[in-house]
């Protein structure tokens, strides 16, 4: 079987390749010549795609030939041009999906990976878990254009889509909740403000094996959210961090206005030198909401799915692999 995985070079890119090729995959590898190859497998092959150019886009697929599996994993979640949310994520999704349909190469089955954030949090009062069947509501840049992606993905005719929506992902490689690994091994523990934040998670190996399960099921245009199906509030997270980094940590509640102007300022400052800070005003508007849970029993009951890793066990592998790393 022959599968393309679109950003294969980034944090969960990676893990997809290294997955096909344990499976018995033949993996195309779609990366840009820009790209780090540092935790690309061996034994696969490396594409350049021009997903921001169509007709390029149409020859390249065309000369590729007829993939089984695409898993299109390729996006941005924090970027210094705002513009580039739904340029990439939702812009280039399109040019994908309608080369492939131009160049009589759809797949079998196109996976997206979308997100939770397509949805946005959940009620903060009820503090129900978001479902499958809720209307989406997005607060964030970065989860408009992943819904935007979505909504186009879902209203091509007999297009064999199917959808994950992911909630936090971490694991080795990952730098976003790294950050905060790396302030707890320096004595600190930051808060957003001081209400509980009811947070779910998957460790990226847990969510590549739900993409694998997807591929290989009977189902078809069809979407899941995905987490390791556990829920934590953010002092047993911090809990948990503290515990495999054996580190005591000083708590350090932030009042909100102040994260937030933190955020703005870091924005302002990444744009005028190209970079995207890990906390920006989208990033704020994700970690000061309160509901993060979702419906993961479609995803249990449909393809079986069972996370390998709860939190503890996650942190305890992040942290192994960031000390030998010497991240930590
Ligand atoms: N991490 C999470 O918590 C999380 C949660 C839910 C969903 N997701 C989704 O999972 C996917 C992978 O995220 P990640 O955390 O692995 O991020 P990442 O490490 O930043 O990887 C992103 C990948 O997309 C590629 N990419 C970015 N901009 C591109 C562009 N303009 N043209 C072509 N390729 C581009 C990157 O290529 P380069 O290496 O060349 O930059 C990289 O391979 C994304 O679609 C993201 O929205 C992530």
Request: glycine share 8%; hydrophobic share 35%; net charge positive.
């Amino acid at each position: 079987m022959k599968i393309l995985v679109t950003g294969a070079s980034g944090f969960i890119g990676s893990f997809i390749a290294t997955e096909g090729v344990c499976r018995g995959y033949d993996v195309y590898a779609g990366i840009r010549s820009t790209s780090s190859r540092k935790y690309l497998p061996e034994g696969i092959h490396t594409v350049e795609l021009s997903l921001g150019d169509k007709e390029r886009l149409k020859s390249e697929l065309s000369t590729l030939g007829r993939f089984d599996y695409i898993i299109h994993n390729a996006g941005v979640t924090k970027c210094n041009r705002k513009t580039d949310f739904d340029r990439v994520n939702c812009g280039y999704t399109r040019n994908f999906v309608e080369a492939l349909i131009e160049s009589d190469t759809v797949p079998q089955k196109f996976l997206f990976v979308s997100s939770m954030a397509a949805f946005g949090p959940g009620d903060p009062k009820t503090l129900e878990p978001v479902r499958l069947s809720d209307t989406p509501n997005p607060d964030t840049l970065y989860g408009i254009s992943k819904l935007k992606a979505e909504e186009f993905i879902m209203s091509q005719k007999d297009f064999p889509y199917l959808l994950l929506r992911p909630t936090g992902v971490y694991g080795p490689r990952e730098k976003d909740y790294f950050v905060f690994l790396k302030t707890v091994n320096n004595h600190l523990e930051p808060a957003m403000g001081t209400k509980k934040q009811h947070l779910t998670f998957v460790y990226v190996t847990d969510l590549v094996n739900a993409m694998y399960l997807a591929l290989e099921s009977q189902f078809l245009r069809k979407a899941w959210f995905v987490s390791d199906g556990r829920e934590y509030d953010n002092r047993e997270y911090a809990a948990i961090v503290k515990k495999h980094l054996n580190r005591r940590a000083l708590y350090l509640p932030v009042p909100l206005f102040l994260v937030k102007a933190i955020s703005c300022m870091l924005d302002t400052v990444g744009g005028w030198f190209g970079v995207s800070p890990t906390l920006n005003r989208d990033k704020y508007r994700i970690m000061r909401a309160t509901n993060w849970k979702c419906e993961v029993e479609p995803l249990q009951r449909d393809l079986g799915f069972v996370a390998e890793y709860d939190l503890d066990k996650g942190i305890e592998a992040c942290v192994e692999w960031y000390r030998k790393e010497k991240w930590l």
